[in-house]
């Protein structure tokens, strides 16, 4: 009976991870799709007052009448036949699919339009800004710099990682990267970056060696943070096994002459209650 409700709460339990798993993947795809929805909200106006009061026509074909005005002095036959190619290849522009995802927006109520359309054109400018920012970023020196030294304290904590592991094999991870060492590491690399910032300003030569600097920053610091968490581990393995050392032995300690003295006393004294 016991085994038969220990497996019943089993599955009960693999039930309920699989329902929370299909309720976050279901999450995530709405958050998709409305993100996707509202970036290209976002790319079809330019504003809230484009998607709201925009005139329709603005994405009309243009009549051929209004763009060919013959000139002063007459125009040829050739110049009327690139102007109508070019206002053709105009209106083909006009008429493609943006326009006519606009126009289609556009045929929503209003009440739509304001309660759907513009929250959703407000998620998607945010989500356009955030992306063109990011993409600036990547060209601006001070993005890259703190970039690259993000990844390296990235790297140094994956190397600490696999030492630790190394090291200490029946060790868990978490025990490993405890907020101690990802701390240590984490302020390690933040002072080799100011470091690298700030020396420059006073040592005109200092970037000739930058390079060697950072290396052997980095090296060092992930030397005396895994000696460090070493000492820390095997202090404390040796703490664990002086203690087992000593229950074991409080276990196994021969009994002395007055505890089987008491203990005899004790023993008769019970079959002398049980008699009488």
Not at 133 to 154: C, I, R, Y
Request: proline fraction near 4%; avoid cysteine.
């Amino acid at each position: 009976m016991e085994s038969r409700k220990e497996a019943l709460d089993w599955m009960d339990k693999e039930e309920e991870k699989k329902k929370n798993r299909r309720k976050r993947r279901t999450a995530a795809t709405a958050v998709a799709a409305v993100t996707s929805a509202g970036v290209v909200m976002g790319g079809l106006f330019s504003s809230p007052d484009d998607l709201m009061n925009g005139a329709d026509g603005d994405d009309a074909p243009i009549p051929l009448a209004d763009t060919v005005t013959p000139d002063a002095g007459g125009a040829g036959d050739d110049d009327l036949d690139d102007d109508a190619g070019d206002t053709e290849d105009e209106n083909r522009r006009r008429g493609g699919l943006r326009a006519r995802a606009r126009q289609w927006v556009r045929q929503w109520p209003a009440g739509v339009r304001a309660l759907v359309g513009v929250p959703l054109w407000a998620l998607g400018w945010l989500v356009i800004t955030l992306a063109t920012a990011a993409w600036n970023g990547v060209f601006s020196p001070l993005f890259g710099t703190v970039l690259g030294w993000v990844l390296t304290a990235a790297a140094l904590l994956g190397a600490f990682a696999l030492t630790g592991k190394a090291m200490f094999p029946d060790l868990p991870l978490k025990k490993i990267l405890t907020r101690q060492n990802f701390l240590a590491l984490l302020i390690g690399t933040a002072a080799l970056g100011i470091v690298n910032a700030v020396v420059p300003l006073f040592w005109d030569g200092y970037g000739k060696i930058a390079g060697l600097v950072r290396a052997l920053g980095s090296a060092a610091l992930l030397g005396t943070v895994t000696a460090l968490f070493a000492r820390r581990e095997n202090r404390r393995r040796k703490k664990l096994a002086e203690k087992a050392a000593r229950e074991e032995e409080a276990e196994e300690a021969p009994e002395t002459m007055d505890e089987a003295l008491a203990r005899a006393r004790e023993l008769a004294d019970s079959v002398g209650h049980a008699v009488y």
